[in-house]
């Protein structure tokens, strides 16, 4: 290919990257920065009204008849601590391998739940994830199942009904806890919480009705968060309010989103699930298979701002003497690949695996973090099994990646003959064109192969990138030395010296180790081309490694590792390729180039 036509091509797709990374990194960030503010502040006012208000009390507007109650503590924030919060109301212990934390008797809900094996930083004695909160913090964020009645059924459990516990009071996955509430109707309800090993808890729900007469009341479920995350996801994962039910399938609402729309409310569902996600974290309820429901998505701004996704099922008649039993699951935790997929099928959970945002080319993102799983397991470090990807995805594409370099080579070889042409036509373009194609065709050239080594990195790249990104199992990973976090940036810089200098930089003159390593390699292999004639091109030529490197030190260092190993690999394989067709290699000549004396004009 001409030499003109492949920077031209390498520009556009460096600009497009540049463009993809202001627009999915940069802006995103700053607005981040932000909302954070924002939600800090609307924290501090709430805190302000709320001095002296009654912890958890809901003073907000009553629910209207048939309706969902009103979320616990609406109007009323606590400025005391989480342990201070928790000490407020009487609790069940949870107490797994994977989870710790409470049930609230008050509303029998899950307002109390750390992930233990997950911390804040990468620091092991950092704290513990708090998935979920008490409501009379600002960070409230909890799941709850209820009742709703009618005049005949009398008080039905919601979220200030006062549980009773029987039996065991403390939930492990080998011994469930039983509560108990009874009405002055004769219904009592008899609620059994159950979770396994992992982030499944099973409500199961029996309604005996102790009365003369039949009873009709409906069940249902929330996830209500008074909160959202300090800071904001990328336009390449969706965090907020989603669920999976009827004809509509997947629903995804951001926060922004829905606090434009307020509320979303699809059809009816016999199946499916909802709830909210972040980043690594959900929180979401499966609704049970033997009664309709109707799902909701809301934003409300009554008392105390809250985000909610909710379901309440059809009317649920109870005999006299009789009773009912209604059952439904409870998914609070981190969002493990493994796991997710294992839920969506063994408890038939339909598209559960779309909790995880594997993105538009799924068929490319899954398939990698596949692949780098599968490595880890054998290397035992995602850095090292990141390496192995890319000479497996470079063995793959080697035969295609070989006739592209092989036509390259064949090229040079030719340039002279190009160059005649270009003198002999030099005033018809028409004719220089036709002469070159005809060259091209006597000499068994695709002007478009050497294209496709750069074109073949897009997909792999962002597929990485993705993956990187929002899956928990590249959270905190490490790989050896200063990298302790493949899905963080580089944490050393040139400009502080490595760490040597103690002063914080900002975020753009980061440049660390890694991103040097990225910027050298791609020099390198830049330069094993020859030089372009022309000053404006020559200048990008140069000065495209050093961009790279400013631009790539923000990305995540599992990315720039595969980019500056991809970028070896690809210098090794061009140098052979090159040397085996005869043609010459532009390496040293170039770097020779760059150290000599320039003649000056007048020589």
Known sequence: MENNRNFFITIALSVLILAVWQYFYVLPRSEAQRDAARVEQ???????????????????T???PGAIPNAPGTDAVTPAGREQALATTTRAKIDTPSLEGSINLT?????????RHYTETVDKNSPEISLLNPAALPNGYYAEIGFVGNDKTGAVPGPETVWAVDGNATLTPTTPVTLTYSNDKGLTFKRTFSVDTNYMFTVSDTVQNSGTAAVSLSNYGRVTRFDKPAVASTYVLHEGLIGFTGTEGLQEHKYASIEKDKQFTPGKSTDGWLGITDKYWAVTLVPTEKQPFQPRYAYFEDGRHRYQSDFLTDPITVDAGQSATVESEIFAGAKEVGKINAYAEDRHIKRF????DWGWFHFITKPMFWLIDTLYKFFGNFGLAILATTVIVKAIFFPLANKSYASMANMKKVQPKMLEIREKYADDKMKQQQAMMELYKTEKINPLAGCWPVALQIPVFFSLYKVLYITIEMRHAPFFGWIQDLAAPDPTSIFNLFGLVPVTLPHMLMIGVWPLIMGVTMFLQMRMNPTPPDPTQAAIFTWMPVIFTFMMAGFPAGLVIYWAWNNTLSILQQGVIMKRQGAKIELWDNLIALFRKKPSPAE
């Open 107 to 115: 509303g029998a809900r899950l307002d109390d739940l750390k992930l």
């Open 62 to 64: 009553p629910a209207a």
């Open 42 to 60: 609307q924290r501090v006012e709430e805190q302000k009204k709320a001095a002296g208000a009654n912890p958890g009390a809901d003073t907000g």
């Open 353 to 356: 695996d779309l909790l995880i």
